[in-house]
């Protein structure tokens, strides 16, 4: 089955600062998601991206299919920006099953 | 507009016994998954049920099963409860067809002692 790799793993970053958190994966998609899972464990959409760019205000993402791996971008950290952040892809077309990358383990510190 | 629902939040068992957990999808969704996901790790696929079938398994044992209703709500019973069923157990819906966003449910935490 496909491969999900997310990098870095753990990240820890003073507020205000920018990072970038990147996902790889091993095959062709037609569905790619970030989500942020809260410390609750619910797991927030931040971008529907199989391809191309997106903003939404201080997070943005991009996917470069070809290339396969998207890259989502956080500006101007907040503490509230805490959390894992998880890459999921869905493959092929009809197969709706999505598989999530390990995860990116962000701490913003005050 | 209410999103993904499930219940209960958190559930205690004992190993051996069985458990049942409920999935009501967001509204104009009918494709409901379920996923578990152990500690520190990415959440794994179980199955996915469209019009009351299940049409597609992940690499699960014949103790996850489930169900789908009319409605498009869905149930995930774990037979013969294991300590390693330990996780977070999460539900996503969707509008079916390829290339469709996913939502979650806030996940039912189950521990089994």
């Known amino acids: 089955g496909i491969q999900v790799e997310q990098s870095p793993p753990d990240l820890i970053l003073q507020e205000g600062a920018n990072s970038t958190l990147r996902c790889n994966f091993s095959d062709s998609v037609n569905n790619l998601q970030w989500f942020h899972q809260n410390p609750w464990g619910q797991l927030i959409n931040l971008f529907y991206?199989?391809?191309g760019t997106k903003q939404n205000g201080r997070l943005s993402a991009t996917t470069v299919a070809t290339e396969r791996y998207s890259l989502l971008y956080i500006s101007s950290s907040q503490t509230t920006d805490s959390g894992v952040y998880f890459c999921a892809v869905g493959p092929n077309f009809g197969n709706e099953k999505l598989t999530f990358g390990t995860g990116t383990r962000l701490t913003i510190i005050p | 507009d209410a999103g993904v629902t499930q219940s209960p939040t958190h559930l205690i068992k004992t190993r051996g016994q069985q458990v049942t957990l409920r999935c009501s999808p967001k509204s104009g969704h009918d494709t409901v998954s379920w996923y578990q996901q152990a500690l520190g790790q990415g959440p794994q696929f179980i199955f996915q049920?469209?019009?009351?079938?299940?049409?597609q398994r992940g690499n699960f044992p014949d103790r996850f099963s489930g169900h789908q209703y009319p409605n498009y709500s869905s149930e995930l019973n774990v037979n013969a409860l294991l300590l390693g069923d330990s996780a977070l157990y999460l539900c996503?819906?969707?509008?079916?067809?390829?290339?469709?966003?996913?939502?979650f449910g806030q996940g039912t935490r189950l521990t089994v002692v």
């Open positions: 996503a819906s969707r509008r079916t067809g390829a290339g469709t966003e996913a939502f």
């Open positions: 049920y469209y019009e009351e079938e299940e049409r």
């Open positions: 991206i199989p391809s």
